[in-house]
């Protein structure tokens, strides 16, 4: 084991996916790279997405290249159908197939319901929503046309949908967002039925409270972060590498028969904290 998170946590280092293709959208930052990462340390080749910061995502692809597999940065944004296809298409070329596909590539666009643009809207639902069912597509092509290897997995591919508490906690200010990872979870499961009988398995994995930029002001002071645990039972705030580790052993065959789920990664926030004393 390797440690890695800010406290000592650790992620998964044994070769859970080793000789496996995956590619995690947004990947140059946050849980993105963590997961990128992270899939490395397990033995998968990686495709590291980014639509901007392209030195933070060829600094990520050393960093997995250290690890003793291959990668690649692939400049792309989720919501183009002509991007999301030729990013598949290239790495079914350079890498021969595709085995894991981590729709991870998310944004808010923050705004009261009384002042949010349909532009904020469409953006969000675009990325968040249409991204993932456009790279699920793709994905699912190469599944279908490859099928089941045996020596490679038991499964013939795993998409896993990065979702959030948010799908279904509501979040007042944040209705694009919150509708987008409501959609990402009947996404989910309706791809999970349709492809489970071909042997892919297609899951998501929802983050609570996680240190990353997009949500630093949550959790970056004293009283931020004392505010923000009054939400979470377990009492601290998630690192990437929390998720990351979630993601590795989803996409393993050590849950093979884990189908149609979503993975909540989150302290115990989608518990209800505010009930603990009775309501």
């Excluded at 998170?5 to 293709?21: A, E, H, N, V």
Aim: aromatic share 6%; with cysteine; net charge negative.
């Amino acid at each position: 084991m390797e440690a890695s998170g800010s406290d000592g946590r650790q992620s998964i280092t044994f070769p859970l996916l080793r000789g496996q293709k995956a590619l995690v959208t947004g990947a140059n930052s946050g849980i993105g790279k963590a997961t990128a990462i992270g899939l490395g340390q397990v033995g998968a080749d990686v495709v590291v997405n980014y639509v901007a910061g392209k030195d933070a995502a060829e600094e990520v692809v050393r960093e997995i290249e250290d690890l003793g597999v291959h990668a690649y940065a692939h400049e792309a944004d989720v919501s183009k159908e002509d991007q999301v296809v030729d990013m598949v298409a290239r790495m079914v070329e350079e890498f021969g197939t595709i085995d894991v596909m981590v729709a991870n590539a998310g944004l808010q666009r923050d705004a009261p319901i009384s002042d949010m643009t349909l532009d904020q809207w469409h953006k969000v639902l675009d990325v968040n929503l249409s991204g993932q069912f456009l790279c699920a597509r793709e994905a699912a092509k190469e599944f279908l046309r490859r099928g089941v290897v045996p020596e490679v997995s038991r499964s013939a591919g795993k998409i896993i949908c990065m979702s959030s508490v948010h799908q279904i906690i509501p979040w007042s200010g944040h209705v694009n967002y919150a509708a987008s990872k409501g959609g990402v979870e009947m996404l989910m499961a309706t791809l999970a039925q349709e492809l489970g009988p071909h042997r892919i398995r297609v899951n998501a994995v929802a983050p609570g409270a996680i240190r990353t930029p997009i949500n630093r002001s949550a959790w970056d002071t004293p009283e931020a972060e004392a505010a923000l645990l009054r939400l979470i039972p377990y009492q601290r705030v998630g690192d990437p590498v929390d998720i990351a580790n979630a993601v590795a052993v989803l996409a393993s065959d050590l849950l093979d028969y884990v189908v149609g789920t979503t993975v909540y990664v989150d302290g115990g926030m989608t518990l209800f904290p505010g009930f603990a004393t009775g309501g």
